[in-house]
């Protein structure tokens, strides 16, 4: 990719077509950065087990799904403590009360939200030295297991047991906690994933309204929020330079894939340092159907001419009201926001390349 910046924004990063693709949508696909900028270590040995499950996940096989790898590790003459969720937020208290020692590894039983909660709980304490997370997916939104490599509960444990561990940047973000409407202080949480300002956040919120109806309910519910196109004004601040404007969604990412599996950031990777924004300028209805369009095919929206693709090392977000901030696929926040990347701030297992 190649990088253009004026005294008045951020550099702008423009990418490379890849013209051996096809063009869908007047665009050929973008050529997509590495997931890991840096080459994974040897895994360690497991001496012990801390599996953090989610048994609401993936439609309530969470806890299913736990036992299965609960089994599979015990196979393999590890010690397992297993903890149960009862409620959202409360992996971030399991996980922050645990007393971890050396070589020991928190693997998480459910989605992107799930490996959110725990990595915050453990953020949270401080923990001395870098620690070890796997991820075992059994969420309705798996993003970051999509990017790992990662896919059955075999391949998820092997992973932790014998695979490789790769550096995972990680953003903190202060904002206040809870939606607009039911504001309750602010708090900190640690993102591995995204985190989703404007259009994207209203079109889960209105989506899960309507669970009844399935995976299908995610395009319904951008369909109703590019339909509504409410005005979005914003101050938008990366890295010291402060844009104020009207706009329609901001996708910040640390990985590639966002919900629904969409390749949200084709220039992001997990290692590098930063974090990636893509800003959906302020559009018409038409517009941003055809970003949107263009994202489904492969990630082509960074073309868009209304698109603008930034990377970043800290990144703040104003609005004269309070708006609905979702970290990691969870509607969880509200703005003012403020957001630091950590760089290599945890290590994460993948599986050994081939």
């Not at 903190?172 to 809870?178: A, D, I, L, P, S």
């Amino acid at each position: 990719m190649a990088s253009n910046s004026n005294a008045t924004s951020p550099v702008v990063l423009e990418f490379e077509a890849d013209t051996s693709t096809p063009q869908k949508k007047g665009a050929h696909k973008p050529v997509f950065a590495q997931v890991f900028s840096k080459k994974a270590k040897k895994g360690k040995i497991a001496k012990r087990i801390h599996l953090l499950v989610n048994p609401y996940a993936g439609n309530k096989k969470g806890r299913a799904t736990g036992e299965k790898a609960k089994a599979l590790f015990i196979e393999q003459g590890c010690k397992v403590e297993t903890y149960f969720s009862a409620y959202s937020g409360h992996l971030i208290l399991l996980a922050a009360g645990i007393e971890a020692k050396a070589n020991d590894v928190f693997a998480v039983v459910g989605g992107d939200g799930s490996l959110s909660e725990v990595i915050t709980g453990r953020m949270r304490i401080g923990a001395e030295k870098t620690e070890l997370f796997g991820l075992i997916p059994a969420g309705t939104g798996n993003s970051m297991a999509n990017d790992l490599g990662i896919g059955p509960i075999e391949q998820a444990v092997e992973a932790i047991l014998n695979g490789a561990r790769q550096s995972l940047d990680l953003a903190k973000v202060e904002m206040v906690n809870g939606l607009p409407g039911a504001e309750d202080g602010t708090t900190v949480r640690y993102s591995h994933n995204l985190v989703t300002w404007g259009l994207g956040v209203d079109s889960t919120i209105k989506a899960e309204r309507m669970r009844w109806m399935g995976p299908i309910r995610y395009d319904v519910g951008i369909l109703m929020a590019i339909m509504a196109n409410n005005r979005r004004q914003a101050t938008l601040t990366i890295d010291g330079v402060t844009m104020e404007d009207d706009y329609t969604l901001f996708l910040i990412q640390n990985s590639q894939t966002g919900g629904s599996m969409l390749p949200l950031a084709p220039g992001a990777s997990l290692d590098d340092g930063l974090m990636d924004i893509g800003i959906l300028k302020k559009m018409t209805r038409r517009d941003v159907l055809k970003a949107f369009g263009m994202l489904k095919k492969e990630g082509r929206h960074v073309f868009h001419p209304r698109v603008d693709y930034h990377r970043f090392k800290e990144l703040s977000i104003e609005t004269p009201n309070p708006t609905a901030i979702n970290v990691d696929g969870e509607n969880i926040g509200s703005t003012p926001l403020k957001m630091e990347v950590l760089p290599g701030a945890i290590e994460i297992c993948v599986p050994k390349s081939e």
